[in-house]
């Protein structure tokens, strides 16, 4: 007879002192406890310090009118408007120099890296050259030199360089812009939608260049798609053609919309200091592939461009991607610099609302709060592109 044998019992995990594991997890919950209780005597200090000497404390002053004219801003607002509105307005302002930022830094700086390749001694050399040369400029110095360029060496509001419709003065650059209506706003929308589509079309053309190896248009076909829902857009919402032209008024151009020195310098400095960084970027992820890689691409036919955006590039994508996170959250927070040139950032905002109301600690816990958020979100987005792009094996 065969004996029915004892099903042996699991063995429970308990925390204990004599194991290795169990003094780990003491180890982490003691460090735990130790964090929060320095931070609780931390606050608890502040804030009794802050009562003895009668300084105020708490958010409350954020609804109340915050009285002070901000030069440049993308919200409304008047004598009313809150503190709310008054961070809102240094926060967009704050965005609008990060996103457009990201885009010219990003583009001018791949295709910098990419030119560290070029068979043109010239080209080469002429990448390399500004590489070094932004790159070892502190980034305040570099504002600083552009907004003296915005300010001081461009001609005055009355002989401004009129390029088109387009008015370039020591005032700012100033341009035409629509009339927002239905048609622009549905427009934006097919914008939108049309770089989602053409994000899933490049995947689909990827994976069909991997399993056959024939490339398929993508530059052209993305383009269509976005600017084929952007028309359908634009005509589904009744196709306005109305635009803002600037024009010469008595002291400065009216109509149209218009960047300041303040935001060009800033702009202009954060995306060439930047670039600098992701071209090396770049370079090094391409020099990462392997010489192989470049000659298979030979061997089937393809030019030394197709190689390059087809082979090399989407192999270096997983050496560039976490670099470029870090050169993202850099540029973000380098834009809190815009308050040695006068730009109402978030940070310039910030400044004036605690000389006014003497909330220090709150003020600059909403702008550490915000840019927290932000590097989250940002570090958020590019691990999910450098998951969606790493190489899946076979």
Request: with cysteine; aromatic share 12%.
């Amino acid at each position: 007879m065969i004996e029915a044998r004892p099903v042996p019992k699991k063995k429970t995990r308990s925390i204990s002192w004599n194991s290795r594991e169990g003094r780990s997890v003491i180890y982490q919950i003691v460090a735990i406890a130790s964090i929060a209780g320095f931070l609780w005597l931390l606050v608890t200090n502040t804030l009794e310090n802050m009562r003895r000497r009668g300084i105020q404390s708490g958010y409350d002053f954020m609804s109340q009118p915050f009285g002070f004219d901000v030069s440049e801003t993308l919200i409304p607002y008047d004598v009313m408007s809150t503190y709310w509105t008054a961070f809102g307005i240094g926060l967009a302002n704050t965005l609008k120099v990060a996103l457009i930022g990201i885009v010219l830094a990003t583009l001018l700086g791949t295709l910098l890296g990419i030119g560290r390749f070029s068979t043109n001694f010239l080209v080469r050399k002429i990448c390399y050259v500004y590489v070094e040369i932004f790159r070892n400029i502190p980034v305040y110095l570099q504002l600083l030199i552009w907004y003296i360029i915005f300010t001081e060496t461009l001609p005055a509001f009355d002989d401004a360089w009129e390029i088109g419709s387009t008015f370039l003065s020591k005032g700012g650059f100033a341009f035409p812009w629509p009339v927002w209506k239905l048609g622009q706003s549905l427009a934006l929308i097919g914008v939108l939608l049309g770089l989602v589509g053409s994000y899933f079309y490049a995947q689909s053309a990827r994976r069909h260049f991997d399993k056959t190896g024939q490339p398929r248009p993508v530059l052209p076909v993305s383009l269509a798609i976005i600017v084929g829902l952007a028309l359908l857009g634009w005509l589904a919402g009744g196709a306005p053609m109305e635009w803002s032209l600037p024009e010469k008024g008595v002291f400065q151009v009216e109509g149209g919309a218009k960047f300041s020195p303040e935001f060009l310098s800033l702009l202009v400095g954060l995306s060439l200091y930047t670039a600098s960084f992701i071209a090396e970027i770049v370079r090094s992820g391409i020099a990462s592939v392997s010489l192989g890689q470049h000659e298979a691409a030979a061997s089937l036919g393809l030019s030394k461009s197709m190689a390059m955006r087809l082979v090399a590039l989407p192999q270096a994508l997983r050496v560039i991607i976490p670099p470029l996170t870090s050169q993202y959250l850099n540029l973000t927070k380098n834009s809190s610099l815009a308050v040695a040139i006068g730009y109402p950032d978030l940070v310039s905002i910030a400044n004036t609302s605690l000389n006014q109301t003497g909330r220090a600690i709150e003020a600059l816990s909403i702008v550490m709060a915000v840019y927290l958020t932000l590097s989250l979100i940002t570090a958020l987005l590019m691990n999910w592109f450098n998951a969606s792009s790493a190489i899946q094996e076979r």
